[in-house]
């Protein structure tokens, strides 16, 4: 069964560094999504990008972070200056026209 | 503000037992709906979904139920076994590809054996 795959499954970091996590998306799917969830919460939208740009996303996808689909397997999100409290799990997602979301496993970033 | 939640964060059973966790929306415009599981250390699993045309839909041991008149919606896991034990998740988005999906809280299911 296809999945959405993610690395690194661990990245720590120290404060004002850039990280850049990846996503493989599941093959015949379009549209890209990632995710957040910090520790104990809900999870949380970030940014969906169809089509080599971003559709819609939310007030916590600000200026330090940013989505790009390098090739076309990978789906990357990088935060240009992490801040301690950027630590969470971060997931991608991918989808095709209409259908159901469908979550890697994440990536667990800390920020120290 | 939250515009999905959940009724309790917590919901212990018995193996064997059914279990029904609920989630009521607030948005009117959402008219697609996902229940996900999330196990520790992981990300969230799709269990099953439900357009707003629908009522019921059944999967494996699962049904999701959906009142649009109270803006509930209902996960329903028969026979619940120790697999089961996870955090669930309700989500809603408009029916428009590519939007953002809006998860609540999450209950937490532990099924005792």
């Known amino acids: 069964e296809p999945e959405v795959t993610q690395t690194p499954s661990h990245q720590v970091t120290q404060m004002g560094q850039e990280v850049i ?4 998306p599941i093959s015949n799917h ?21 089509n ?6 939310s007030e ?13 397997s990978n789906f990357t ?4 200056s992490t801040k301690l409290e950027d630590s969470a799990m971060y997931f991608c997602a991918s989808s095709d026209a209409g259908g159901a979301k469908y979550f890697g496993p994440g990536t667990r970033l800390t920020v120290t | ?11 212990s059973v018995q193996e064997g037992d059914n279990s029904i966790i609920n989630c009521a929306y607030s948005n009117s415009a959402s008219d697609y709906f996902i229940w996900y599981k999330q196990e520790s250390g992981k990300g969230p699993q799709f269990i099953i979904d439900i357009r707003s045309n629908m009522d019921k839909r059944q ?22 076994q120790p697999g089961d034990s ?3 998740f309700c989500a809603e988005e408009a029916n428009q590809a590519g939007t953002a999906l809006i998860f609540g809280k999450g209950t937490t299911l532990s099924v005792s054996s």
């Open chain 1, 30 to 50: 379009l549209y890209f999504y990632w995710y957040r969830q910090i520790l104990g919460q809900k999870v949380e939208f970030l940014v969906s990008f169809y």
């Open chain 1, 77 to 80: 999100l990088k935060i240009r």
């Open chain 1, 52 to 57: 080599n740009e971003i559709s819609e996303k």
């Open chain 1, 60 to 72: 916590i996808f600000d200026d330090q972070f940013s989505v790009e689909r390098p090739d076309g």
């Open chain 2, 86 to 88: 996870a955090v669930y």
């Open chain 2, 59 to 80: 999967g494996q041991r699962v049904t999701v139920l959906l009142n649009k008149t109270v803006k509930h919606l209902s996960l329903q896991i028969a026979a619940t």
């Open chain 2, 1 to 11: 503000g939250e515009s999905v939640g959940l009724h309790l964060p917590t919901l």
């Open chain 1, 21 to 24: 996590l990846r996503c493989v």
